[in-house]
């Protein structure tokens, strides 16, 4: 309704009437209603007109929005591919460490254990048939693992965890990869990865006590050794045998990656 014609039409009304008191109650209680809800009406436009954004605080706000993310989403990303690194080595290092125990109960001592051998045959289009590295893992570890796929060549194995890593094994000398695809997306031999896409472990269970070992080659057990070693630290310049160390420096560290880091992931 027209509120504004209605107050008019109420005073047109009574314009030159002679009201009785109950008459002029009655129409200043009806001025008073219309006059109230004309206010309510009023004040009603006004607030949706104060709580409406201009373009340019809009654009002001999303301009805002968009450097707060640029800022803190490398930081949430680089953080959380830590904790999968993290999270993974340890994993793994569980994982295969319980294998050797669970082995040795049907196996005997694991120091008494084959060695891991490194012949291999192929048939006779030269295609890989078997290998005493693919007799050694169907012994003592096949049975105690949980894992999605194995994959064997001539010299090693590639064990496909639930988690979507990748632990490849040759002889002794084992790289952990906390994202498969990183080694499906590289060559063997990039070593510039080491301490950043994989990790160097070592299987001995004839000589080590755990078994599966954060390599520890030639390690004279202190921290800055495995920071600085000219072979295998974890440092920024690539040493001749690739940053092996760096497994063994995050292990140290409880398995935490250093904030001393040489890399940010």
């Known amino acids: 309704p027209n509120l504004s014609g209605m107050l008019k039409q109420v005073q047109h009304d009574n314009v030159g009437e002679d ?14 209603a219309l006059s109230q809800v004309q206010g309510d009406k009023m004040r009603l436009a006004m607030a949706r007109k104060k709580c409406a954004f201009t373009l340019a605080e809009v654009l002001i706000t999303l301009g805002i929005i968009g450097v707060v993310a640029a800022l803190t989403i490398p930081t949430l990303i680089s953080n959380n591919n830590k904790r999968i690194v993290e999270t993974r ?23 008494k254990w084959d060695s891991f051998g490194l012949t291999y045959e192929n048939d006779e289009d030269d ?26 060549d ?31 997306d590289y060559d063997d031999d990039n070593r510039e990865l080491s301490g950043k896409k994989y990790f160097t472990f070592q299987l001995k269970p004839w000589s080590y006590k755990k078994g599966f070992e954060p390599f520890r080659s030639g390690w004279d057990g202190t921290i800055e050794s495995l920071k600085s070693n000219s072979t295998f ?33």
């Not at 009785?20 to 001025?31: G, I, L, T």
């Not at 497994?247 to 904030?259: A, F, L």
Request: one cysteine or more.
């Open 19 to 32: 009201c009785d008191p109950v008459c002029e109650a009655q129409h200043d209680k009806n001025w008073f």
């Open 89 to 111: 080595l340890q994993k793994v290092y569980s994982v295969m460490n319980n294998a050797i125990e669970l082995s040795e109960v049907e196996n005997g001592d694991k120091t």
């Open 127 to 152: 295609k890989f048939v078997s290998s005493d590295a693919q007799r050694w893992f169907n012994k003592y570890l096949e049975p105690y693992l949980i894992y999605n796929n194995v994959i064997f």
């Open 154 to 184: 001539k010299h090693n194995i590639f064990i496909y965890f639930p988690d979507g890593s990748l632990l490849r094994g040759s002889d002794y000398s084992w790289d952990f990869y906390p994202q498969a695809k990183d080694y499906d």
């Open 233 to 265: 630290g974890c440092k920024k310049e690539l040493p001749p045998s690739g940053r092996a160390y760096c497994t063994r420096y995050i292990m140290e560290n409880g398995w935490k990656i250093p904030d001393d880091y040489p890399f940010k992931f």
